[in-house]
């Protein structure tokens, strides 16, 4: 069956450390797979792209990597602030014409001060 | 200047009733959507709109209707809700279909059926 795992228990880091997130996948060929932050009552807001034929990207304190041959990608935050404490989720975009996004089941990062 | 709007935030009602939710985006996008985020916070795509154009539309049951009367809304009725329906519904847009653009999303409903 297809599934999208992350973290399922809550990630707790101390500020100033790097938090590694992970989004496994099986039974999936995306063609692109997006990182989305999600805030308490909010909507998720998007913060990078990555392609399939990408390894890496990076923006400011955010890196993303992507590996398909594991059907795995790392999102990694250095130098944690309190502020980035939400909920993030991994979506692996279809490659079926129009984009369909398929959302991972989320994880929880708690940076404490 | 609210990007993708949601209305009403909260809604609240009795199983059996029909009930809508409206988003409106003013980015200029071709391309909506209406996803479900149940109490898990698990968020499933329902349906997807391009130029006024259903192009996804996921196993959901056909109480649910999206309607699109421009390509700037794009509006969900649900008939006789269940207790199921219960959850968060939340509305996006993107540039285009293309699968390299970004998801911008609405605030989301908070759907009750007591």
């Known amino acids: 069956s297809q599934k999208i795992e992350q973290n399922s228990e809550a990630l707790n880091i101390q500020e100033g450390k790097t938090a590694t997130l992970t989004c496994n996948y099986t039974n999936y060929s995306p063609a692109y797979l997006q990182w989305y932050r999600q805030d308490p009552g909010r909507g998720p807001v998007f913060l990078l792209l990555i392609r399939e034929n990408e390894k890496e990207k990076r923006k400011e304190r955010l890196k993303v990597t992507f590996d398909t041959t594991l059907k795995q990608s790392l999102f990694h935050i250095t130098a944690s602030q309190p502020a980035d404490s939400a909920t993030y989720l991994c979506a692996l975009v279809m490659n079926t014409g129009f984009q369909k996004l398929v959302f991972g089941t989320g994880t929880r990062l708690l940076v404490s001060p | 200047d609210t990007a993708v709007s949601q209305t009403p935030k909260y809604l609240v009602t009795q199983m059996g009733n029909d009930k809508s939710i409206k988003c409106e985006q003013n980015?200029?996008?071709?391309?909506m959507y209406w996803y479900k985020q149940d109490s898990k916070k698990f968020l499933k795509i329902m349906f997807s709109?391009?130029?006024?154009?259903?192009?996804i539309n996921e196993t959901v049951p056909n109480r649910f209707s999206p309607k699109s009367p421009d390509k700037a809304h794009l509006n969900l009725h649900i008939n006789s809700l269940e207790l199921g329906d219960s959850a968060v519904y939340f509305c996006?847009?993107?540039?285009?279909?293309?699968?390299?653009?970004?998801?911008?999303f609405g605030p989301g409903t908070r759907l009750t059926v007591l």
């Open positions: 709109y391009n130029n006024k154009e259903l192009i």
């Open positions: 996006a847009s993107s540039q285009d279909g293309g699968t390299y653009n970004e998801q911008f």
């Open positions: 980015l200029g996008h071709d391309t």
